[in-house]
């Protein structure tokens, strides 16, 4: 862990497995990864491969049985669930394919909410969320809410409201599957330049082999490792 500049994430030998009837299921082996700022690596493998497993892992939803996960230089396995959920909150942004808005809040105020939860003021957070909600393209419509809003609009606001605490590390599930492709290209277009902008790491599931090619390089899982695509 001396390399400079300090990866967002760094996987160091991490195996993951689980119970299944009287014997075990190893998921990952002994993943050993790393997601410098700035870079988006694209994560693609097929379903029960182990790539929800690593995602929980790497975003501290799940711990691992052995080996270690560090966000930023800070090692997270032995943290009790109070500085897991502490470092999650601060340090990483998740995505997933369904954009998980509440519907009786609008654009604005949903990218507001994970600030205020962090204790920012209100207006604080009000002018952070419209300069994240403008740079990707919907500063127009800061005050529709989600059912006003198209798909990738929506997709953009969950993208807006996962780096408005100003991660170091974005985590996102298939975070365009669930879109038509002209609007998953555009979508992905706006994360990139969110990502490059910002300079936070991001690991991206999918299954869309063009999106991936748009990424610094692609990575997959083979027998539980994770390897080089």
Same mark, same amino acid.
């Given at each position: ?25 190893? =998921?990952?082996?002994?993943? !050993?990864?790393?997601?410098?700022p ?14 929800s ?5 790497? /975003? ?14 800070q ?6 669930d109070?500085?897991?959920? *502490? ?5 990483? /942004? ?42 990707? /393209? ?20 969950? =993208? ?6 100003a ?12 879109? !038509? ?10 994360? =990139? ?16 082999? !063009? ?5 610094? *390089?692609?990575?997959? =899982?083979? !027998? ?6």
């Amino acid at each position: 862990m001396s390399s400079t500049p300090t990866p967002a994430l760094f996987l160091s030998q991490v195996q993951r497995r689980y119970k299944q009837g009287q014997g075990t299921l190893e =998921i990952l082996r002994g993943v !050993d990864a790393a997601v410098w700022p700035g870079e988006i690596v694209a994560l693609v493998a097929p379903s029960g491969s182990g790539k929800s497993t690593l995602l929980h892992c790497a /975003g501290l939803l799940e711990r691992p049985d052995s080996g270690e996960v560090y966000i930023g230089a800070q090692p997270t396995v032995d943290l009790d669930d109070a500085g897991r959920t *502490r470092l999650r909150r601060l340090e990483i /942004g998740f995505v997933y394919q369904f954009h998980h808005l509440l519907p009786e809040f609008s654009a604005l105020e949903n990218v507001c909410l994970p600030q205020l939860v962090r204790g920012l003021g209100r207006e604080t957070a009000q002018e952070r969320a419209t300069e994240l909600l403008t740079f990707l /393209g919907l500063g127009e419509r800061l005050e529709h809410r989600p059912g006003e809003l198209s798909g990738g609009e929506q997709q953009r606001v969950a =993208i807006a409201r996962a780096v408005a605490n100003a991660p170091r590390l974005l985590l996102a599930d298939e975070p365009t599957g669930n879109l !038509d492709p002209k609007t998953a290209g555009h979508v992905f277009a706006t994360l =990139i330049a969110l990502v490059r902008a910002s300079r936070l790491g991001a690991l991206i599931a999918t299954h869309n082999l !063009d999106l991936a090619a748009r990424m610094d *390089r692609q990575i997959t =899982i083979r !027998d539980g490792f994770v390897v080089p695509l």
